[in-house]
């Protein structure tokens, strides 16, 4: 059965304060590692999709990196506009396209 | 625009009402997937479908019922056998093996 852990649950980072969210993950056959920004009662976004350890993607202050057994989202000096709850999923080799979600690491970032 | 649509935003169930959660997507994707989201939980799958005329149970499946007679649309039941049907939930679609993408969400409450 695959399994995601995400930490911490919450965070509270200051304006231009860098940090780090962790995705810790078990899964047969990693097909993909999908990064998600979600928020309050909206449908989660897209933002990256990793797929083999030592990837690395970027958009705007956001980094995901990926090893075998985990994976990062870089925050880097971060606004309050990135303020929202940020998911990871994997999608492993059982058959279909379906993802396994954490709990989500939720993020507030203070002026 | 392109996209996936769910209605109602908000719905009200009463006790041993039958409920359907709409779900339509224009994006032309084969597969279709509800999830449940609720607080401190990760998003869990309900059901899938990988074409049409054919879906398969997730992981909480009891209490729900779904159809796919058409590929753009994919309706969800949540029947009066769910017994916590209060909770916030997602439809999502992609094309095989690419990203997942997700609707706007449906609230629903039981009074």
């Known amino acids: 059965e695959d399994q995601v852990t995400q930490s911490p649950e919450a965070l509270r980072l200051q304006e231009g304060e860098s940090s780090s969210l962790n995705c810790s993950y078990t899964v047969s056959g990693l097909r993909g590692l999908f990064w998600y920004r979600q928020d309050p009662g909206k449908g989660p976004e897209f933002l990256f999709t990793?797929?083999?350890a030592g990837e690395e993607k970027e958009k705007e202050r956001l980094k995901a990196t990926l090893t075998k057994k985990e994976s990062f989202l870089h925050i880097t000096a971060p606004k309050p506009e990135d303020s929202a709850t940020y998911l990871c999923?994997?999608?492993?080799?059982?058959?279909?396209?379906?993802?396994?979600f954490g709990t989500g690491t939720q993020l507030k970032v203070e002026l | 625009d392109g996209g996936i649509t769910q209605s109602p935003k908000y719905l009200f169930r009463k006790e041993g009402q039958n409920v359907t959660l709409s779900c339509e997507q224009n994006?032309?994707?084969?597969?279709m997937y509800w999830y449940r989201q609720d607080p401190g939980q990760g998003l869990r799958l309900i059901y899938y479908s990988q074409i049409v005329n054919d879906f398969q149970k997730g992981d909480i499946a009891e209490g729900y019922s779904v159809s796919r007679e058409k590929k753009e649309s994919f309706p969800l039941t949540v029947t009066s056998a769910q017994k916590n049907p209060t909770a916030f939930y997602l439809c999502a679609s992609n094309q095989a093996g690419n990203t997942i993408y997700f609707g706007e969400g449906s609230w629903l409450t039981v009074v």
């Open positions: 990793l797929y083999s």
């Open positions: 994006l032309n994707h084969d597969a």
């Open positions: 999923a994997v999608q492993g080799g059982g058959g279909g396209n379906k993802l396994t």
